[in-house]
């Protein structure tokens, strides 16, 4: 595969899993504090069932092309160290999603309005910080793809002469 294919996918499943998290940070998780636990129950189910499925298929999508643009990639310097920067990033954002914020959101699945338990605000402010710190390694991921593509372009014929 050519390489300038391989750049353009990478860029679009990075962009789309971090529009997904930056989405939901800029929209909703700056004013999650003020929901009442009905509101956040409520609201808090309906972006699971939205996310959930696409996001179990474009996050593995995103790292497995990150790292076989890194294979491709290797002798492609500076921007070779970007890719890898890039690909630590998704791994870290990936990392975050299944280790904190999934088990917080299957708690969350189960909950309703009665059922709620007593620590749902502290749980919520744990699911809040991460998702924050989630959602700038998403975009630094983004950033460091796109620093080794624009490095990376004079190496990577676009036009054929």
């Not at 890194?70 to 998704?90: D, E, H, N, Q, T």
């Not at 909950?111 to 699911?127: M, Q, S």
């Given at each position: 595969?050519?390489?300038?294919?391989?750049?353009?996918?990478?860029?679009?499943?990075?962009?789309?899993?971090?529009?997904?998290?930056?989405?939901?940070?800029?929209?909703?998780?700056?004013?999650?504090?003020?929901?009442?636990?009905?509101?956040?129950?409520?609201?808090?189910?309906?972006?699971i069932g939205n996310v959930?499925?696409?996001?179990?298929?474009?996050?593995?999508?995103?790292?497995?092309?990150?790292?076989?643009?890194?294979?491709?990639?290797?002798?492609?310097?500076?921007?070779?160290?970007?890719?890898?920067?890039?690909?630590?990033?998704?791994?870290?954002?990936?990392?975050?999603?299944?280790?904190v914020e999934v088990p917080?959101?299957?708690?969350?699945?189960?909950?309703?309005?009665?059922?709620?338990?007593?620590?749902?605000?502290?749980?919520?402010?744990?699911?809040?910080?991460?998702?924050?710190?989630?959602?700038?390694?998403?975009?630094?991921?983004?950033?460091?793809?796109?620093?080794?593509?624009?490095?990376?372009?004079?190496?990577?014929?676009?036009?054929?002469?």
């Open positions: 595969m050519k390489k300038r294919v391989l750049f353009f996918i990478n860029l679009v499943l990075v962009m789309l899993v971090t529009g997904v998290f930056w989405g939901t940070w800029f929209t909703l998780t700056r004013s999650i504090d003020g929901f009442p636990a009905d509101n956040f129950i409520r609201i808090g189910k309906t972006i959930a499925l696409p996001m179990r298929i474009l996050m593995p999508a995103t790292l497995f092309t990150l790292l076989w643009l890194c294979v491709i990639s290797v002798k492609l310097r500076p921007s070779f160290y970007f890719f890898v920067g890039a690909f630590a990033l998704m791994l870290l954002t990936i990392l975050i999603t299944v280790l917080i959101d299957n708690q969350i699945k189960a909950w309703t309005a009665g059922t709620i338990p007593d620590n749902w605000t502290e749980l919520r402010a744990r699911w809040d910080r991460f998702h924050t710190f989630r959602t700038f390694t998403s975009i630094l991921c983004f950033v460091s793809l796109s620093v080794g593509i624009l490095t990376g372009i004079k190496d990577v014929v676009f036009v054929r002469r």
